[in-house]
């Protein structure tokens, strides 16, 4: 029951931290009923501070991405632990920081994540549960409006064509104009989803 939970927010004062924190305590929670904690470990991924440093995709042939990268093979290894990964960033002008999606980029790469068979796309990462939250500063409608290509970017185009089953999907709007009692609840709404997944 590994959980990895990946974050991406620069500053440590960031929502998304408190986030990650909230799933963690929500996980190790559900651990300890099943009495699996010796078995089990959560561990938050935070991009901007891990020493597995990894800079931009970079290639000149297709083929230049299958060369040795300990970076890579480090995270892929922690993806490959992992039974539920989670994702946690802000959401900047409609889409991940570029760190999260250059981890995408990097790390969820062909014959690791997905593969094709005859033509078609094979997820490789089947068995393994998935959840997003995305903090923003705009109104939900409007999101919802605009965003709904993000929404479907990630879950479709991202999660389930890797083979990740979407368990939650939850975007905290007006962030900024929230009451500390609003994120609190939040908070606590994400271990809820962190104890049934």
């Known amino acids: ?10 500053s440590s004062k960031g929502f998304t931290h408190q986030i990650a924190e909230a799933y963690k305590k929500g996980r190790e929670a559900k651990a300890a009923l ?9 561990e938050i991924l935070d991009l901007y501070k891990t020493d597995i440093k990894q800079d931009f995709l970079r290639y000149e042939e297709k083929t230049d991405m299958g060369n040795p990268d300990p970076a890579r093979e480090a995270m892929q290894a922690k993806i490959t632990a992992a039974d539920n990964i989670v994702f946690i960033h802000p959401m900047w002008w409609v889409s991940p920081p570029a760190i ?4 995408i980029d990097v790390n969820f790469a062909g014959r690791f994540a997905f593969r094709y068979i005859n033509g078609k796309p094979v997820g490789l990462l089947t068995g393994k ?12 409608w409007l999101y919802w409006l605009i965003a709904m290509p993000f929404r479907t970017i990630w879950i479709h185009a991202i999660l389930q064509y890797c083979g990740l089953k979407v368990k939650a999907f939850k975007l905290f709007d007006r962030k900024m104009f929230r009451t500390e009692a609003e ?6 709404k994400v271990e809820k989803i962190a104890r049934k997944i």
């Open 1 to 10: 029951m590994n959980t990895l939970i990946v974050t991406a927010h620069p």
């Open 34 to 42: 099943l009495g699996v904690t010796a078995e089990s470990s959560v």
């Open 100 to 103: 999260m999606k250059n981890f």
């Open 129 to 140: 549960t998935t959840a997003v939250f995305i903090t923003c500063d705009g109104p939900r």
């Open 183 to 188: 994120q609190k609840a939040f908070l606590v």
